[in-house]
């Protein structure tokens, strides 16, 4: 049997754990794996080439802790789902002809697909033309699988974040400074809310909360005020700011991207608290470099679970971390949108803990410096 594997839309670490899973698991039971290059677009004909090779054992031996994916992907190109005006997706029909002409003259009983919502969307649209397609959810947002537990690459993303927010510590602490460090997770906050908590924050700022300025400023007055020497807020990219998002606008190409807001909000800070004020954009340092040992993990589990989907036929579903274990879901399902419910655990904590979260009047400093 002849399988194929392509990755579509950000990287994240973890998608060549999930490679080397699928081809390890596929050779196992005597198949061939193909995998294309640069998203769906490796499934495009090209004149006078190729866009895919023959992955083997040799090729995929543990590439599993190397960062990036050895297949390269995009998020831009021809398989962007078009939506109508009744909300129904389709996919350019040419397109779709071409990617079914590459499928079936390749002789490919199977197709994984690694990506985020919108990959997930397309693997839809090519499972329900009747391609034998599945999908393996992969993001550092997290913000996927309504019904999982983690998506492989964010705790990558978090480890960054953390050990970054660390290292912004001793210069703020040196200067006595507010620092404000930007993170991504599209319209999520579960990275901010993660690293934040591992990294001592003070302020936690995420799209799900929205927050008052004023309430931040009278929180970290309070600690300023109590002899707190640096303050660290971590901001999420997509919160809103006094109700609107920041975002870059690149005039050539009319392009328009989350981000911003780090800069926005330390001159407001400084402008409102006195205080020397400096920020940092993590940027993709937090899509970047060597997987995490879980994700390695997990990402390996998500591609060998992948061969078992195939070998039942069961195409159209998507491979999730539920309760712990692996197991499968609808693509729906798996590339439904998951925020951060407000009044969970991990929110309940870290108020506990002290994070502001800028929603309500900060909790009385003295509890926090209280002494016996
Ligand atoms: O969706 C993942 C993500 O990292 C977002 O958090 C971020 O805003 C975006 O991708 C950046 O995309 P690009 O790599 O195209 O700049």
Request: net charge neutral.
């Amino acid at each position: 049997m002849i399988i194929g594997i392509l990755n579509s839309g950000g990287d994240c670490p973890g998608i060549n754990s999930v490679i080397e899973g699928y081809v390890a698991a596929a050779y196992s039971r005597g198949w061939r794996v193909i995998g294309f290059h640069d998203g769906f677009e490796g499934l495009l004909p090209v004149v006078g080439g190729r866009r895919y090779e023959v992955l083997n054992l040799l090729k995929t031996h543990k590439i599993r802790s190397l960062g990036g994916t050895i297949l390269g992907t995009t998020n831009t190109g021809n398989f962007n789902v078009q939506v109508n005006k009744v909300g129904r997706h389709s996919l350019d029909p040419q397109i779709m002809a071409k990617a079914k002409k590459t499928i079936t003259a390749l002789g490919l009983e199977a197709l994984a697909v690694i990506g985020g919502g919108g990959s997930a969307k397309t693997a839809k649209l090519l499972a329900e033309e009747g391609l034998p397609v599945i999908s393996i959810p992969k993001t550092i947002n997290n913000d996927l699988c309504g019904a999982s537990d983690y998506t492989f690459g964010f705790q990558s993303a978090v480890e960054v974040v953390a050990s970054s927010i660390d290292r912004i510590r001793t210069t703020a602490n040196a200067h006595k400074r507010i620092m404000v460090i930007e993170v991504m997770g599209d319209r999520s906050g579960w990275i901010a809310l993660h690293s934040g908590i591992a990294a001592s924050a003070d302020v936690v700022l995420i799209p799900e909360i929205n927050f008052d300025v004023k309430h931040v400023v009278d929180g970290i007055m309070q600690r300023h005020n109590a002899g707190q020497r640096e303050i660290i807020v971590v901001v999420a990219e997509g919160c809103l700011l006094n109700g609107e998002l920041v975002t870059v606008f690149n005039k050539d190409n009319g392009e328009e991207r989350l981000g911003g807001i780090g800069n926005r909000l330390c001159h407001l800070l400084e402008q409102e608290t006195g205080i020397e004020t400096r920020y940092c954009v993590l940027g993709h340092t937090q899509r970047g470099g060597s997987p995490c040992a879980f994700d390695r993990v997990l990402g390996l589990r998500f591609g060998v679970e992948a061969v078992k989907l195939i070998e039942r036929k069961e195409f159209g579903t998507s491979v999730v971390l539920k309760g712990g274990k692996v197991g499968t879901t609808s693509i729906d399902e798996a590339s439904e949108p998951r925020l951060v419910n407000p009044e969970n655990h991990l929110v309940q904590t870290a108020r506990e803990l002290g994070i502001i979260f800028g929603d309500r009047e900060p909790e009385d400093v003295r509890r926090m410096h209280a002494t016996k």
